[in-house]
């Protein structure tokens, strides 16, 4: 099932699972999009052997294997999902897990400053590049002109229901 588009401050929960024969993990994707009224929007379905392997090689590589097109949760989504289903598969669990995510409060994370150190303006140089006039003539001798010789008549016009 192809996922609907995630609302900004949407609370979502994220429902873990075994198929019947426990050969598939499946993982339901919920959102409010009414009040008090949680809608499916997602369904994806995973190898159980896969996802397994990627269980024990650790936490990235389950979020890897999670991670498809239909289903791509937000870093920190996916890290709670993937912590969850190491549990799921560590405690050998059949029955279905939930876990439930409060979107304001999971996105309110403020920027960290050292997030940016190392990065250097150049002020200068963008001040230069908005400051620059163009005229319209190139410096430039390599640059290609165009001339073309194609002209269209204004009066010349091609009614769709005439025959060409």
Do not use: W
Not at 85 to 101: C, G, H, R, T
Not at 105 to 115: C, G, H, M, N
Not at 116 to 142: A, K
Request: net charge negative; hydrophobic share 35%.
């Amino acid at each position: 099932m192809p996922c609907q588009g995630r609302r900004v401050g949407m609370k979502q929960q994220y429902t873990i699972l075994k198929n019947l024969d426990n050969s598939r993990l499946i993982i339901r994707e919920f959102g409010e999009l009414d009040k008090d009224s949680l809608s499916l929007l997602c369904e994806e379905s995973y190898d159980d052997a896969v996802v397994s392997d990627a269980v024990a090689s650790g936490r990235e590589n389950v979020i890897s294997v999670l991670r498809t097109n239909n289903m791509y949760p937000p870093r920190g989504h996916a890290e709670k999902i993937a912590d969850m289903v190491m549990d799921f598969y560590a405690a050998n669990k059949s029955e279905p897990v939930n876990i439930a995510i409060d979107e304001p409060a999971a996105s309110s994370k403020e920027i960290r400053p050292e997030a940016f150190m190392g990065i250097e303006e150049d002020t200068e140089v963008i001040d230069d590049l908005l400051e620059e006039d163009f005229d319209g003539e190139s410096d430039d001798p390599d640059e290609i002109k165009i001339d073309s010789s194609i002209k269209i008549a204004d009066d010349d016009s091609v009614d769709v229901e005439d025959e060409l």
